[in-house]
DNA sequence: TCCCAGGGTAGTC
DNA sequence: GACTACCATGGG
């Protein structure tokens, strides 16, 4: 077992866990439980400072980008010419774009299209105790994300079973794609973010928006601006934008942010939803 | 009852 | 290329 601490006024643990990115996380006695891939961890923040309970500091040091200097993406929104950027960066100051498990965030987030985040994390979690290994970490049991390898052995009953919807043909179709080598998640990094989302798109169950997601939170590629139905309010509401095709408002919103778009995405996509969740408090 | 949710596919033109 | 019906499920 390892134990460190990171400081940084950029990092907001509940910030960061909250903000969409990640599916499989819960909290304990004032801190979190976190799982990623066949790994888990506890977090807890007091103050600037987070503490990391783990078996495997390289990774999870990676994991919560902590190599990378916030403080300049930051700074970059919060000089943005647009009021709702100015605001959202400020209230997510402290959210990291975790670098998470390619099959997970692939699989994740086919679960997420046309769905909504409570039953997503809910699907995730029944498929994590239904196929994934039994594991012990710090006196918690959990169930590790299930290998391609695993999925693959399932039919599309067996994931209708577990509430996917119609999206259970994705499942075994992308499952079996993976497990046979057809298609190799591995192989994809030193794709340009065009030919990866180009290679990522030709699977089944996968369009542009999860394409987005999972070249930004899978492969961390910053210049993805994933476009759902809140971007698409905000673009809207808060952006006074007039374009209605999705492709076309992801590539303006990259053209406004750059490398940084996948950053500001998060910023926006939390700032947005929180405002939700209050009104409706 | 209709509308919405971190949308995508297949068919049509 | 753009447009559209349809796709499961659960919450509001």
């Known amino acids: 077992m390892e134990t460190f601490e990171y ?26 439980l976190i799982f990623s891939g066949d790994f888990a961890c506890k977090a807890y923040q007091s103050g600037d400072t987070v503490k990391i309970i783990c078996e495997n500091k390289a990774y999870f040091e990676n994991f919560f980008d902590l190599k990378r200097n916030y403080r300049e993406i930051n700074d970059f929104a919060l000089l943005s010419k647009y009021e709702i950027v100015k605001k959202s960066s400020t209230l997510g100051k402290g959210i990291r774009i975790l670098n998470q498990n390619k099959e997970e965030m692939l699989f994740s987030f086919i679960i997420s299209q046309n769905n909504m985040i409570p ?13 994934g290994e039994k594991k012990v970490f710090d006196g918690e049991e959990y169930y590790a994300f299930p290998s391609a390898k695993v999925l693959a052995t399932c039919d599309e009953q067996f994931f209708k079973d577990l509430g996917y919807g119609y999206r259970a043909k994705f499942m075994v179709e992308v499952s079996r794609q ?6 190799n998640l591995r192989c994809l990094d030193d794709l340009s973010t065009k030919d990866l989302k180009k290679q990522l798109v030709s699977l089944k169950g996968v369009g542009e928006k999860v394409a987005d997601c999972v070249a930004l939170f899978g492969f961390h590629r910053a210049d993805s601006f994933p476009v ?13 934008g ?11 919103f990259l053209g406004e942010f750059k490398e940084f778009s996948g950053y500001v995405q998060q910023y926006l996509f939390y700032y947005k939803r929180s405002l939700e969740k209050y009104e409706k408090d």
């Not at 940084?8 to 979190?32: M, V």
């Open 178 to 183: 993976i497990a046979s080598n057809k298609f």
């Open 119 to 131: 039953r997503i994390k809910a699907i995730i979690e029944r498929t994590c105790i239904a196929l």
């Open 242 to 252: 007039k374009l209605t095709d999705k492709k076309k408002i992801t590539d303006w």
């Open 7 to 32: 400081k940084s006024e950029y990092f907001n643990l509940k910030d960061t866990l909250d903000c969409g990115q990640i599916f499989r996380y819960k909290s304990i006695n004032g801190g979190f």
């Open 228 to 240: 759902d139905t809140w971007i698409e309010k905000i673009y809207k509401e808060d952006f006074n």
